[in-house]
């Protein structure tokens, strides 16, 4: 069997599988969960129209309980190929709005949990101190506090991108700072009594020792935290009445019953989610081949 029908068989044909089987059951709950409109409307009308007239109306409704697949793409294929990239109805454009933000919240998560990380790995009275309180920050649900810090920070001036950064980053920070913690304690004890016993510093163990051992972990995190990243920007349009962005794709779609534009923004926000977690995993791959060619 060669390599390419191997693959096929292994890693194509089951996804395959699973997306056909995923879209049958689709295609049952759209009629399932739109027929009762339509036989409402038949007896407002005083008809009564046969399963083989009905069914077909379930996948063509205007504004249907559960869209069908075929009406998500068409709104996709209208918001991003269709309409120009700076029109207000583009969803390329609410999701470089969002991405923006997500970004943004990403890397400042990244580096205050890479930070807290180093500082509780040094010092166990801060690891004592600031872990439960890490901890503790996750058990807060973001929808409740998204407005306060929106609030606040604009009473001082604060608008903008920032505002929304920071609830992505509230999200984004935990990960990274539990899995970095873990990848800096999981240096072989072994090397870090000789570099000791060569009198090296925290810098230089950190640097040569500790850092390249935790990569693993912290890529790892990073991946888990660039979602929660875009959880968070998301979660940022809701309460702030944003006209830009997928969140406030989402709610607009919310407010006047347009499920195909909210299924859409919701699978733009998968694809984006996908697209952000791929990068980071081949930043993973670009690093460890440049340390292996060391």
């Known amino acids: ?48 129209p046969g399963l083989a007239e009905i069914v077909p109306r379930t996948f063509a409704q205007a504004r249907p309980v559960l869209p069908a697949p075929h009406q998500i793409v068409a709104e996709l294929w209208e918001t991003t190929i269709d309409k120009a990239v700076t029109s207000k109805r583009s969803l390329v454009y609410h999701a470089a709005v969002t991405l923006s933000v997500t970004v943004a919240g990403f890397v400042i998560g990244s580096l205050l ?26 058990t807060v649900p973001i929808i409740a506090i998204a407005p306060m810090v929106i609030v606040v920070l604009n009473a001082v001036g604060i608008s903008g991108l920032l505002p929304k950064a920071m609830i992505s980053a509230y999200l984004s920070f935990f990960p990274v700072a539990v899995g970095t913690a873990k990848g800096l304690r999981s240096a072989d004890g072994l090397l870090l009594d000789l570099m000791r016993t060569y009198d ?84 993973h791959a670009a690093v460890f081949r440049r340390m292996e060619g060391r």
């Open 1 to 48: 069997m060669t390599p390419a029908v191997s693959f096929v068989r292994e890693r194509v044909l089951p996804v395959l599988a699973v997306v056909a089987a995923l879209l049958v059951v689709w295609h049952v709950f759209v009629v399932v969960l739109n027929m009762p409109f339509e036989r409402d409307q038949a007896a407002r009308a005083g008809v009564s």
């Open 113 to 138: 949990g890479v930070a807290l990380a180093a500082a509780m790995v040094h010092s166990r009275v801060l690891d004592r101190s600031l872990m439960p309180w890490v901890i503790a920050s996750q």
């Open 200 to 283: 090296a510093g925290r810098a230089e163990v950190f640097r040569k020792l500790r850092w390249p051992s935790a990569l693993p972990y912290v890529f790892a995190s990073l991946k888990v935290a660039v979602a929660a990243a875009l959880v968070g920007a998301i979660v940022s349009e809701l309460p702030t009445g944003a006209v830009a962005g997928l969140g406030a794709r989402l709610l607009s779609g919310s407010y006047y019953g347009q499920t195909v534009q909210i299924w859409a923004a919701l699978v733009m926000t998968a694809i984006l989610g996908a697209a952000l977690v791929a990068l980071v995993g081949l930043a």
